[in-house]
């Protein structure tokens, strides 16, 4: 389906219509696979919906946040988001954000992800993106079309999946005391702090954190810090600020987590991914 979405200036109302207009037209879609690009301005929000089709959403400018009751999942500009069908997730937008989505009919092939990740695009499937969008009405798609949208179901299960999420313990003690460390991160907490709070033991608190994360708590907050410093960073706070407001000794600390996250330093991923200044 062609890009028909309103630019990323227009007003939230404009692209509440469209949203709804999108999510319609995809619902009713008979095809496998229904392709769509749009534009977001910086600091967008997308209510919390879902949809009856899985989506990869391939961000091409910006950062998109998304975020469920599961978790938390940074997508930076150049990666993708898979979303499973009927997952229901709210969407936030960091700088002038440009995405394409696929949408995909559950079941459509054996093998596509059952749970939500951070993948990695590659240059056949960016290409794949980009020419599936051009394709307008995929209803009836035949010859070259048709090989192209089929490509597209056969290359999802293989894109690697990307540490860039920031999973949810189930633990109701547990999420609440995640929520506030994302609301107001501080490096004066610690894990003995955490474990009395929840009236555990360090040893077990540990223990059951990895268990219900994947992740140690010294990693979660690694990579929690890193979605708390976007948003600051966007804004035009300078980096300096930024990383030691979050805890760390230096400035260099603070790039070789962002560089080993992103794969770049704050200074260059800004460069390109942030906000023109009007």
């Known amino acids: 389906m062609r890009d028909a979405a309103p630019s990323a200036t227009s007003g939230a109302h404009s692209l509440q219509r469209y949203d709804d207009d999108r999510r319609a037209l995809i619902e009713r879609a008979d095809s496998a696979v229904v392709a769509l690009a749009s534009a977001y301005p910086d600091g967008h929000h997308v209510a919390a919906h879902r949809h009856g089709r899985s ?3 391939h961000v091409r400018a910006g950062v998109v946040l998304a975020v469920t009751d599961a978790g938390r999942w940074m997508v930076p500009a150049g990666q993708a988001l898979w979303i499973p069908a009927g ?3 709210a969407v936030d937008m960091l700088g002038g ?17 059952a749970s939500l990740r951070v993948v990695a695009m590659t240059a056949l499937m960016r290409s794949l993106m980009g020419e599936a969008v051009a394709i307008g009405d995929a209803q009836g798609a035949r010859g070259r079309d048709a090989l192209l949208l089929d490509l597209i179901l056969h290359e999802i299960p293989r894109l690697a999946e990307l540490p860039l999420g920031l999973p949810f313990p189930s633990d109701r003690r547990f999420a ?12 004066a907490v610690t894990i003995d702090d955490w474990a009395r709070e929840t009236g555990m033991s360090r040893r077990s608190f540990t223990r059951r954190f990895q268990r219900e994360t994947g992740l140690s708590l010294s990693v979660w907050r690694q990579q929690a810090s890193l979605f708390a410093a976007l948003p600051r960073l966007f804004d035009g706070e300078p980096v300096t600020t930024v990383a ?3 805890g760390y000794d230096s400035v260099a600390a603070f790039t070789t987590m962002f560089k ?11 460069s390109v991914n942030a906000p023109a200044v009007s």
């Open 176 to 187: 609440a005391l995640c929520r506030r460390y994302l609301d107001a991160p501080t490096p």
């Open 97 to 113: 954000v440009r995405m394409q989505s696929a949408y995909v009919r559950p079941a459509a092939i054996a093998g596509l992800p």
């Open 55 to 57: 989506q990869l959403l």
């Open 260 to 270: 080993r996250m992103l794969g770049t330093s704050p200074r260059a991923y800004l």
């Open 87 to 89: 997952i229901t997730h």
């Open 244 to 246: 030691l407001d979050l």
